[in-house]
């Protein structure tokens, strides 16, 4: 039988798995004695321990942290790294996001595609491995985490626990490979100069923040110009009066805080707009003078590239509390990069009488020459699948678990060209796409198997 076979005869089996993780809501939550983050992340991570059981593999779970489900023998771990954590849905669903609905040859839900259906699609190309009686004289290891977008701390007590791998992929970039991935650096933006009465935004940091709410005293601003501001650059907005206040919500679009310039940030046209209108607020200056619109850090003094892309940087969220206004900053830098560059260029630019800009986390970029093994055998495999053999593997912003195990690239889940609404509302992936997924993987574990 082919394997295009193997897998048409699990597409039923898929698409009920995938409902299954669908309809948990693994967001990070509360950490508890027995679940390090939270109720629904663990309740995932068992229902998904409990399918790969029912597979016919073996299963075993690192403390609520992670999971693995296993087939084969020897010394070497051909490793498959994929989360069933998900990022909070926002707003703008069509439909329940943790019920899953097909429309169109499409599934729609909170994960289908970051990252439950490529988990599923790799659980399905495990089987089909195991239904083919291929000889295994390595270890292949579905590992299934659940904290990545939140810290990845459920990779790092896997590798505690259990070590690097010998060759892997994680499928949660895009075909047909990433050979290099961004360092990051995560900022906090501090100011106490404020006039502002209460602004909130974003629903993490690692997203384009689509909706802002300001409160802010009347007549502190000249209303029509901020409206003119906003109108002229085509966002919806609302303004509602409270007693000597003004509540203002501020639309715009989510998207990946690795392509900012993909999305409209709420924060950054709420905040550019008052100080358009004459809201005199030192935060706002402060704001506006080193984040601003920019996409690039450019105000920063760090707008830097290099042959495989340039630096991005994104404000997910923003928050008063105690009088103190919090805003969290996600930057991006080039592969060919490290940190400490980056920090150096933008040392003097961080701090003035409005406000401060902390420096709270830093990851070191990921990057494998096209022509080393691992990347060219996964390349083989999608070329194999597609005869696509025209689109080359790339570098991204996206940070994805290959830059905390040894040996690992990210490979899938997306297509080129194709729109899923990563981190946005009514996150979707075709049907076709999933199948193609399977099959890929499971050549992909095939040419990884070979000595």
């Not at 699990?10 to 948990?24: E, G, H, M, N, P």
């Not at 190309?125 to 000889?135: R, V, W």
């Not at 459920?154 to 360092?183: Q, R, S």
């Not at 000249?222 to 409270?242: G, M, P, Q, T, V």
Request: include cysteine.
């Amino acid at each position: 039988m082919e394997i295009k076979q193997y897998v048409e005869n699990y597409r039923q089996q898929l698409l009920d798995y995938l409902a299954k993780l669908v309809s948990f809501n693994s967001v990070e939550g509360k950490s508890e004695i027995d679940a390090p983050f939270g109720k629904g992340p663990k309740d995932c991570l068992h229902e998904a321990l409990k399918i790969c059981k029912e597979l016919g593999f073996e299963t075993t779970n690192l403390d609520n942290y992670c999971g693995y489900a296993q087939i084969g023998e020897g010394e070497q771990v051909i490793g498959i790294l994929g989360h069933l954590d998900i990022v909070p849905c926002g707003e703008g669903w069509d439909s329940d996001p943790f019920e899953m609905v097909i429309r169109d040859g499409k599934v729609y839900g909170r994960g289908v595609s970051d990252d439950k259906g490529a988990v599923v699609a790799s659980m399905i190309a495990l089987k089909i491995i195991k239904d083919m009686g291929i000889k295994l004289d390595k270890r292949i290891r579905l590992i299934m985490g659940c904290n990545e977008e939140t810290g990845s701390k459920c990779l790092a007590h896997y590798v505690e626990c259990e070590g690097h791998i010998d060759m892997g992929f994680t499928p949660d970039g895009e075909f047909p490979g990433v050979h290099g991935e961004k360092g990051m650096i995560g900022g906090l933006i501090k100011s106490k100069n404020t006039k502002i009465i209460d602004i909130k935004g974003g629903i993490a940091s690692n997203v384009v923040c689509n909706h802002c709410m300001i409160k802010v005293e009347k007549n502190s601003f000249s209303k029509r110009a901020f409206e003119d501001y906003l109108n002229n650059n085509d966002i919806e907005y609302a303004i509602d009066e409270e007693d000597d206040a003004l509540i203002i919500n501020v639309k715009g679009v989510a998207a990946h805080a690795s392509t900012p310039q993909m999305g409209v940030n709420a924060i950054s046209y709420t905040l550019c707009a008052l100080k358009a209108a004459g809201f005199n607020d030192s935060f706002v200056d402060f704001y506006c003078s080193h984040i601003g619109l920019e996409t690039n850090g450019k105000m920063l003094g760090i707008d830097v590239s290099d042959d495989y892309g340039e630096l991005t940087l994104n404000n997910g969220i923003i928050y008063k509390e105690d009088d103190t206004i919090y805003a969290t900053l996600d930057m991006r830098f080039p592969v060919t990069m490290i940190s400490k560059q980056v920090i150096n260029l933008m040392k003097d630019n961080l701090e003035d009488e409005n406000g401060i800009i902390e420096i709270n986390s830093r990851v070191e970029p990921l990057f494998y020459p096209i022509d080393s093994p691992l990347v060219s055998k996964l390349l083989s495999a999608y070329q194999e699948v597609t005869n696509d053999y025209d689109t080359m593997p790339m570098t991204m912003g996206g940070g994805t678990y290959a830059k905390g195990i040894h040996n690992c690239i990210a490979f899938g889940c997306a297509f080129l060209g194709e729109d899923n609404h990563i981190h946005d509302a009514n996150e979707c992936c075709s049907i076709d796409s999933l199948m193609k997924q399977v099959e890929i993987y499971t050549i992909a574990i095939m040419k990884l198997l070979e000595n």
